[in-house]
């Protein structure tokens, strides 16, 4: 199973990004889907995440300037970025609680992608 996350890299303030994830291997289902953000000498925290149903959680912080949606059908989830902030600087990590088969059996997890840096300055 791979997690790979794109779209990350250097903006002014007030400009945007979009982010993108896919999820790749022998994936059965996925559930939730989302983004969490880890700021220099700071805890990962989430940002928003979408559920199979496509209803959507966002930090306060971000409210109203991200959107996150899925495509269930290639397996990815991206995040929409705008009117970015200095403070939304951050490493960007995608996670997907989905099934794959593993060895012959149903095995449930969070995966994680391997992260992508967004740096909003002037």
């Known amino acids: 199973v791979l997690l790979q996350a794109s779209g990350g890299g250097l903006v002014q303030p007030g400009g945007y990004l979009r982010l993108s994830c896919a999820a790749s291997?022998?994936?059965?289902?996925?559930?939730?889907m989302g983004w969490y953000r880890q700021a220099p000498g700071k805890q990962r925290k989430l940002v928003a995440r979408?559920?199979?149903?496509?209803?959507?959680e966002y930090v306060d912080s971000v409210q109203g300037r991200f959107i996150i949606s899925r495509d269930d059908a290639k397996n990815t989830v991206d995040l929409q970025m705008n009117s970015l902030k200095p403070e939304d600087t951050a490493v960007y990590y995608c996670?997907?609680?989905?099934?794959?088969?593993?060895?012959?059996?149903?095995?449930?997890?969070?995966?994680w992608g391997q992260g992508t840096l967004v740096t909003v300055s002037s």
């Open positions: 979408i559920s199979s149903s496509t209803s959507t």
């Open positions: 291997g022998n994936i059965l289902s996925i559930n939730d």
């Open positions: 996670y997907v609680d989905m099934s794959v088969r593993w060895l012959g059996s149903r095995v449930r997890n969070d995966y």
